[in-house]
């Protein structure tokens, strides 16, 4: 694994500018883990990259120091779910933290579960549910519902790459969805379990995979705390420049570095097969530091590199 880059502070101690691979517990929220993180690491610049629902586990990244410049890019990133639909009991929340609303008879046949299922791959609309942490008008709809009340939302656009079934045991129905940002898995639940007109709600979610954060090496808080302790923390970190790692790199020398560093478009020659216009490329310095995202531009017949999201 990389090492990431380690700034003095002017007071003693140390900031960690890098991506942490959380494991996140069921029972905490991702704020939770957020101050529980701040805490032992002492760094005030740290936030998440997605909020994972309280009863669900699962990968989430953690970004520290200037490293929160990504957060952005990894909350855009598709996500990997496995989650357990409960056929013909529906809650207000959705899931199996909720008051039970309707209860139904479960009439339907694998088939049809299979087909159901299907049907909601691609492009579709979720109205996000009263409980969530989406702000309407300056407030949170999870303050609104514990008032008792509910309000109209706007149906969002949202995209479902994938559903594989996994098993069907009785009314119980384990999946696992690849879906993009802001996909509520508990909607989607429940939306299915209408449209086998016998309700349901989620009654377990862990995230597998976010973007390039996958469970199998994701940390448990136990094992990040043990690091702290004997000073390995910086082990578990990966370095910023990891989420990019798709896109080509291009090298500065000193010069064009410090013209790059100010805003100054670096003027190139470009192959045809080298860069590829208007897409993001990293930027390095001579001593191979990750200084940038950067862009190819064309600007009155030539080619140049200019600063999209500076990291230094």
């Not at 909607?187 to 299915?192: E, F, K, M, N, V």
């Not at 302790?229 to 064009?256: A, C, Q, R, T």
């Not at 080298?274 to 950067?294: H, T």
């Amino acid at each position: 694994m990389k090492s990431v880059i380690i700034d003095k502070r002017k007071n003693g101690g140390f900031n960690i500018n890098g991506l942490l691979n959380v494991l996140k517990p069921p029972g905490m929220t991702s704020f939770d883990v957020v101050a529980y993180l701040r805490g032992i690491l002492k760094e005030k610049k740290i936030g998440h990259t997605g909020t994972l629902d309280p009863g669900a586990a699962g990968v989430l990244p953690i970004c520290t120091g200037r490293a929160t410049k990504v957060i952005e890019y990894i909350m855009n990133m598709e996500k990997v779910y496995r989650a357990e639909l409960t056929l013909g009991i529906s809650t207000d929340t959705q899931d199996s933290s909720g008051n039970v609303i309707a209860v139904k008879k479960v009439l339907v046949s694998e088939q049809q579960i299979t087909q159901a299922l299907k049907s909601f791959i691609g492009e579709i609309y979720q109205t996000p549910p009263m409980y969530s942490a989406v702000r309407v008008e300056g407030r949170r709809l999870y303050e609104i519902a514990r008032g008792g009340k509910s309000i109209e939302r706007k149906p969002r656009k949202v995209e479902i790459y994938s559903i594989n079934l996994i098993n069907i045991e009785k009314n119980k129905v384990l999946f696992d969805v690849t879906c993009s940002k802001g996909t509520y898995i508990r909607t989607l639940c429940s939306d299915i379990g209408d449209s086998l007109g016998c309700g349901g709600h989620m009654s377990f979610l862990i995230r597998k995979r976010a973007g390039i954060f996958h469970i199998e090496s994701a940390f448990t808080l136990e094992e990040i705390l043990r690091a702290n302790k004997n000073g390995k923390m910086h082990e578990l970190f990966l370095k910023v420049d990891e989420i990019f790692k798709n896109f080509k790199s291009f090298y500065l020398n000193s010069l064009n570095e410090k013209k790059f560093k100010n805003g100054d478009f670096i003027p190139i020659v470009k192959d045809k097969n080298d860069f590829d216009v208007g897409f993001p490329v990293r930027v390095y310095n001579e001593r191979n530091d990750f200084l940038a995202l950067g862009e190819i531009i064309i600007k009155n017949g030539r080619y140049y590199l200019k600063p999209k999201k500076m990291f230094v």
